[in-house]
Every structure is written in C-alpha cells, then in structure tokens.
C-alpha cells in the first residue's frame, strides 16, 4: 500500500466515491480512498436508490439537478450502467398549504430551468393509476424523479475516479488520524501509516467515530429507516411502461415500481434514532430487524392511498440506518479550527445529492472556493456549541418532518431553549415570540394581549403581521428597542491589525471613534460577508456580521491569519440592546452623563450608560435614527432596567425581527445570505459603492472587483413595488419581463411603514429603467410589480444621519 498522498478520502460509500471521483475530475490524480470492508459498506447497500431535485434550499435542489444530470456522464465514462430508471415522479398534495408550497418549488425551478409541472388530480390518476387520488388536490410532477443501482452507481464512481488516476483500497481501516505540526495528517490504519496532506471524512454511518480520531464533533445521527418490496404485481407487469414514482407527504411515504412489483419507504412519526452511543465498528452488510409496530399506521395509510398494495404480498424488508445532520441537509466542507480536514458527511440522500457533494467539495480543496453558496450544506453553519444531546433531538425532528410542508415563517420547536441571553424570561412575560438563530434564542415578534403566543406557520402573511405593524410604528414614530445579541463579533487586536483588515475586507477601514460598512469578498470576488467595522484604537478593531455565519467567518480570518494579529469571536461575549427611531438619541441621552448629541452618524464611543460600561455604535439596521448599545452579558439586564425605565414612558417598544426585516426594507437594505451571499459579487448587488478602489492594499478579491468595474455584470438588484394580495414575496419567485423569466427574487415583505409590498429582485442591467413593469410569480398567482428607484423612507438620510 502507498504510504503518501495528496488525498486521502476515508469511506467507500457513495460520497466517498463520489468525493474521489470530482477531485479526479477537477485535477487532482494522487488521492487514495480507504475502505475498511468493500465499498458500500454503510449505509449506501441498501439504500432504495431513489433521487430527485426537490430541496427547500435551492442551491441544494440544483446540486441535486446536477446529480441527476451526472449518472449518464458517469455511464460514458465507464461503460458501467448505473441501473437508471428516469421514470419521472410526482408529489401529491392533499390540502392546501401543501399545494402552495409546491407551486412555489415549481416557480423556483423556472429560473433553475428544471422542467416541473403542476399537474391535475385526472393527470395524477392517468399518470400514476395505481393511486386513489381521493382528497388529492394536486401534484408537482418531476420528469428527472426515478431510481438506480446504488451498488452499481458506487462501483461507477470509483471506476471513473481509478481512470482519472485514483487508488482505492479496500479493507483497511483507519484507525486513528493524527495532524503534523506543517498542516498534514498521519492516517493510521490497520495496515500501516499513509502521510496525507489533507484528509476527508466520508465515512457516512461512522463519520463520528472518525471525525473523533481527529479530536471534532461533528453534528450528525443514524436513524433507523424501513422499506418493503412487494410481490409480483398484475397492476404494475401488465402495464407497457414503467410506473412513476409517487411521494405521499400525507402518508410519509415514496412508492416505486421494483422489477414486477412495488416498493414503498416510509418516515415514520414513532421512529428511532441508531447506535446513540456510536456505530459498531463490526456492523456491515447485516440489516436490522423488521419492525412492522414501527410502521403500522403508515402501512394502513398507504393500503388507502396505494389499494393495491393490500393485495400485494411482502416479499422482502430493508431496515437499515442512515446519517442526518439536525436540519437535514449535508455537512460539507473544511471543519472548521482544523486545518486539511474536510467533511464530506451526513449525507442523507447519497444518490440525490451525492454528486453535488463530490464537486462542491473538490472545489474547494482545488479552486479555494466553491461555484455556488454553499452554506446549507457547510459544516461550519453549527458552532462549537452543537452536542450530541442537542443534534439528537433535531435529528428525530428532521426524519419526522421529512414530508411535512416547510413555510418560509415556521420555528422549529425540538431542542428549544437551547441558548438564552439574560433578557430571555423578561421579553417572555413581554409576550415575546420566539425565533431561533444558531442555537440561540431571538425574539421574532411580541404578542398583546390575546393574541397567540405562537406565530402560524404560513405561506401568506401570518398572525405576525399586526404585530409587524405595532412594532415598525412604534420605532418609525417614537423608538424601538431590540438586542444585538444575534450578531456575530469579532474583536481584532495587535499591531497589525488594521493592515490585515485592510486586506481582509475590500471596504475602507475606518479611523478611531469611527465605523465603515465593507464587504467582505472571495479570491474570485465573490461576497462572503458585509461588515461594520468600528475603530476603537489603532490596535483594535471589532467587527460585526451574521451571528450565523460566524463560524463561517472565523474559518475564513483563521485561513488567513497572520503573526501579530490576534481575531477572538465574540460573538457571545458581547450582547446588548438597539434602539432606533426619532427618539432614541434623547431616551440615551436620558440614561448617561457622556454627550450622545456629539456623537455623529458612524461614531463609536465608549460610555457609562445607567451603570454599566458600554460601547455604543451609532448606526441602525433599521434605516433610522439609532444605536446600537453593547455590554458585558452580565450587565445585561441592568443596562435593560436603566434604557427601559427612561424609555418606556417616552413610548420606547420592544420589537423583533419580523419588525427589521420590514423596517429595511423601506430603505433597500439587502440582508445576509439574501441578496449578500457567495452567489453574488459587490457589483451585482450594489455593495461595490463599499469598496475602497482607492485604497492602495492589494485586498482579497480586488482584481475580480476591477474587472466588474470595466465591464459590469449582467444582473443587477433593484427594488419593486409589488401589487401584492395576501402574499408578499419570500425568495427566489421569478420575475418576469415581457413575459419571460428573466429574475429572480432575492427578498422581500412587506414595508408597514411604507404600506408597499417590496422585493428585490436580480434582473438582467440593461432592463432596469425608471418605470420597468414586472411580473413576479407568487404562490402561483402573476403579480405586476414596479421598478422602485428611491427608497420610500428618508431617501435622502436626513433622519439616519440627522
Ligand atoms: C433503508 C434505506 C433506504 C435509503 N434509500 C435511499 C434512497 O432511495 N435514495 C437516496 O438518495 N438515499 C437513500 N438512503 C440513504 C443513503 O443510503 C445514504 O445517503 C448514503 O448511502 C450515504 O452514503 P455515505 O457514503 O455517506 O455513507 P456510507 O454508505 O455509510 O459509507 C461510509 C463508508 O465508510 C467506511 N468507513 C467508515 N469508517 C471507516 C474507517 N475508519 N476506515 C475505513 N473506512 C471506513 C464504511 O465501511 C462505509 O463503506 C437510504 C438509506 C437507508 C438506510
């Protein structure tokens, strides 16, 4: 066996294959993939082999589209079949929150160009005869839906990925990995020492054991999971072609042809977590035993749904377990606090998103960087606060949901509270309703007297929406207070600092006593933060971001971290409050000696407020008059006592996200991972007028910038009035210009202030003109839309700046 690599990729399932395949692919020839048994080892065995583009997340739904697309470049390659069966499938809806979630899927896969389709209850019924269509209100229908041979399909991708130059060896585990104090990895394993430069886990059901050897937790569980293969079926081998499949979220289950007969698979409401306290190291091709109890309602579920089935003997039982992360999706990507190690894990459709895996991950270890965002699938969107207790109960909550309609506005209630500010039983008794940010608990909106508690998951406006408005009156007119807990913080110190932000950030840096908004860019130019920096010294700089990405950030600083600069995440180290609105400078004033008069748009001061220490920033994501006021956690609730006792009688209101998120929107203000993401560059968004060209730093990104600047980009993000019903727009509708699609929608809501529906939206430059009609597809209904081109609150910032 070699003793060196470029590469070594731990797991011979399908990911792992797939993983050694795209590096092959994008380049890289000296990459070796151990196995501890024969590939498919795991999970991928038994797996049913279905695959399909529907994802909530679209950037996932289009790796899943690639995936689909790979399998025949796969059988060139090779000559290999996959076992492919392109038999299209539909998923049915039987109410209607169901159905309008899949019109929305479908006006998203527009502008991807999938070629989905709404079909008819009759459609379903001729299509997918062997359904009662009985209550079925509708479908979407997927051509690119069907199933493979995952054993062949695994063998494909490692026999394209030995042709690019690839080893594989099979029956050798790793035992242990250990990092070289250069950044490579000693891989032990029962066979002797491989010295790799980087090292991927893709070791699916035992990727915690193995993300363990090398001192990481990484967030993921097996569960257990059950399908039946039926008999020969009249209904399905008499028919001259094969049968689609179907997915019944209502009775949690997929159904497809399998040989003459049927297959159905089921998530399950009673069903059980795997291996709690870790995988057998002596688990392999053994299944677990049938459990029948488990699916017993679902079984009687599908018998009305699939008659059929009634009549059809069982001819076999798979029960095996596959790995979810708490949301479901991938964790992928470099772990973050190690360095040359990748995740390639918790993937729990290897065959819909296996192939996305595999590319997104090469990317990244060749390019530096990935094509697409990749945040939904990045290791690093969990923190280091993440434990197995926590990942167990989101993981059932996940496999439960499975088939549950996700809406744009739900909270997920398992493992919830999990992390409190001080301020959090006070907002409670306030009648506050409670969202979640990575882990941490943030105050959506607050509810009065009878009204719920809890905000109706909804595709159109909620029982939020009165709130919303309170709320965004009370700071337009008087002021608001809400906290910063939910930034991400980090503190920059040494000598050094200022040069390295200079190069870090594309924006300007600013001078003490003052802050800058700059966006943060890739090698390629991609936006991969917008930060406000303030200047405390010219050794110390904070900055502040998404709290949700700032593991994501701080695997960035670290990437490029130099001597004598120290980054701390402070992220939770530092809490406090915002106010904002015409009254906010008097309500501070009120509570300190220090003059908040002399403090002028984008200062920072250090100052005693009631009697806790504090800096204050004055900006506001709320376009308005505000500050923004931070302390020590354990100050916290004093500093509210003092801001609210001078407040509450000037008319100062708590108000929640659901209140920023309208409140922006008045000014235009794009929004993290919205319209700010790796899919975007500076120029396409309009973050391009935060670049400091003039600046004579060689800052990251700044050649991709200038090139933008001699040629624009040709999209650009504008803002429209929308003639909106009952439904304002979320994300990703497309837009529609002389009736094609030609947008999207990267945002949107509804301004209270301003009483206008708003979306931004990506169109092509050259369309957008004072007066541009548009029509912008909600929940399946075209609504006309006008190009805005002046914010419709303080335009010219004299109440921000004022
Ligand atoms: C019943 C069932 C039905 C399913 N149906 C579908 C479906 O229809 N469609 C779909 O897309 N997905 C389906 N899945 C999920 C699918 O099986 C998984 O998403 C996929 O197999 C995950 O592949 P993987 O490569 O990540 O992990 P695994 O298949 O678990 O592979 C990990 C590999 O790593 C090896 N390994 C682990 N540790 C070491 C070590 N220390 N040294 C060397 N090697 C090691 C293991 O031996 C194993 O071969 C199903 C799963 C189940 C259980």
Not at 140 to 163: E, F, I, N, V
Not at 293 to 319: C, M, T, Y
Not at 376 to 388: H, K, L, N, Q, Y
Not at 773 to 782: A, D, R, T, W
Request: with cysteine; proline share 5%.
């Amino acid at each position: 066996m070699q003793t060196t690599t470029r590469v070594a990729v731990i797991g011979g399932g399908v990911v792992g294959c797939s993983v050694l395949y795209h590096l092959t692919k994008l380049g890289w020839s000296d990459v070796l993939l151990l196995e501890r048994s024969d590939l498919t080892s795991g999970s991928t065995w038994h797996a049913a082999g279905g695959f399909h583009t529907l994802n909530g997340d679209t950037n996932m739904a289009a790796l899943q589209g690639y995936t689909i697309k790979l399998y025949r470049e796969l059988e060139e390659i090779t000559g290999m079949s996959c076992g492919l069966h392109h038999v299209g499938g539909v998923t049915l809806a039987d109410n209607k929150d169901r159905f309008d979630m899949l019109v929305a899927e479908r006006a998203k896969h527009r502008y991807m160009g999938l070629e989905t389709e709404i079909i008819t209850p009759e459609d379903i019924a001729k299509i997918a005869p062997i359904t009662n269509t009985d209550g079925i209100i509708g479908g979407l229908y997927d051509p690119l839906d069907g199933h493979l041979d995952p054993s062949g399909t695994t063998h494909a991708y490692a026999k394209a990925a030995r042709m690019g130059g690839a080893t594989i060896e099979t029956h050798v585990k790793v035992e242990t990995t250990t990092q070289r104090p250069d950044g490579s990895w000693d891989v032990i394993t029962n066979k002797g020492t491989i010295h790799a430069e980087h090292v991927v886990n893709a070791a699916g059901l035992w990727a915690r054991e193995v993300g363990a050897m090398a001192g990481v937790y990484l967030p993921l569980h097996p569960m257990e999971h059950q399908y039946l293969v039926t008999e020969e079926t009249p209904e399905i081998y008499e028919r001259d072609e094969e049968h689609p499949h179907v997915m019944d979220p209502a009775g949690e289950s997929y159904l497809r042809q399998e040989g003459r007969g049927l297959c159905i698979g089921f998530y399950e409401q009673p069903c059980r977590p795997w291996a709690v306290d870790g995988t057998p190291w002596d688990f392999g091709h053994e299944l677990l035993p049938d459990d029948f109890d488990k699916i017993e309602d679902s079984i009687d579920f599908a018998f009305k749904r699939f008659p059929v089935l009634e009549r059809a003997g069982v001819k076999s039982v798979i029960h095996g377990p596959f790995t979810f992360a708490p949301d479901g999706n991938p964790l992928v990507g470099p772990v973050p606090g190690l360095r040359n190690y990748w995740s390639a894990c918790g993937v729990m459709a290897g065959f819909s998103q296996g192939g996305g895996v595999g590319l997104m991950l090469a990317q990244w270890m060749i390019e530096g960087e990935t094509e697409r965002d990749t945040f939904a699938m990045d290791v690093s969107r969990f923190g280091d606060w993440i434990t197995p207790g926590y990942t167990r109960p989101k993981v059932i909550e996940n496999y439960q949901r499975r088939f549950s309609v996700s809406y744009p506005n739900e909270e997920l209630p398992a493992a919830r509270p999990h992390r409190t500010t001080p301020m959090y039983d006070i907002f409670t008794k306030m009648g506050a309703v409670w969202g979640q940010q990575f882990g941490l608990e943030v105050a959506n909106y607050f509810a009065q007297g009878d009204e719920p508690t809890f905000e109706t998951p909804s595709f159109r406006r909620s029982d939020a929406f009165e709130a919303t408005a309170r709320e965004v009156t009370a700071v337009r007119s008087k002021a608001g207070i809400n906290e910063v807990q939910n930034f991400g913080k980090f503190r920059i110190s040494g000598a050094g600092a200022r040069a390295w932000l200079d190069r870090i950030m594309a924006g300007r840096i600013p001078k003490a006593g003052r802050l800058s908004l700059t966006p943060m860019l890739s090698h390629k130019g991609r936006l991969i933060g917008d930060f406000t920096v303030s200047c405390t010294s010219e050794a110390e700089f904070y900055l502040t971001a998404s709290y949700g990405s700032q593991s994501y950030h701080k695997r960035w600083f670290e990437q490029h971290a130099v001597d004598g600069v120290t980054v701390e995440n402070i992220s939770d180290a530092l809490t406090g409050f915002q106010i904002a609105g015409p009254l906010s400078r008097e309500i501070l004033q009120a509570c300190t000696r220090d003059d908040v008069t002399a403090m002028r748009f984008m200062d920072v001061r250090d100052m005693t407020v009631g009697q806790v220490a504090c800096r204050v920033q004055r900006v506001s994501y709320t376009g308005d008059l505000g500050y923004e006021i931070y302390c020590n956690p354990m100050d916290q609730r004093q500093l509210w006592e003092t801001l609210w006792a001078e407040g509450q009688p000037k008319g100062l209101t708590p108000f929640g996200m659901r209140a920023m998120m309208s409140l922006r929107l008045d000014k235009f203000f794009g929004s993290w991972l919205s319209e700010f993401s790796p899919d975007y560059t500076a120029a396409e968004t309009g973050m391009d007028r935060f670049i400091s060209f003039k600046k004579d730093v060689d800052f990251i990104g700044r050649t991709a910038a200038e090139a933008e600047r001699e040629t624009p980009p040709d999209r650009q993000l504008c803002a429209f009035e929308v003639d909106a019903n009952d439904a304002d727009v979320v994300a990703y509708e497309p837009v529609f210009i002389d009736g094609q699609v030609q947008g999207f929608c990267t945002s949107g809501g509804f301004a209270h202030h301003s009483a206008k529906s708003i979306a931004l939206a990506l169109i092509p430059r050259e369309k957008v003109k004072e007066g541009l009609q548009v029509e912008i597809e909600i929940l399946g209904e075209m609504r006309s839309a006008k190009l805005m081109t002046t914010p419709p609150f303080d335009a010219d910032g004299a109440r921000m700046r004022g």
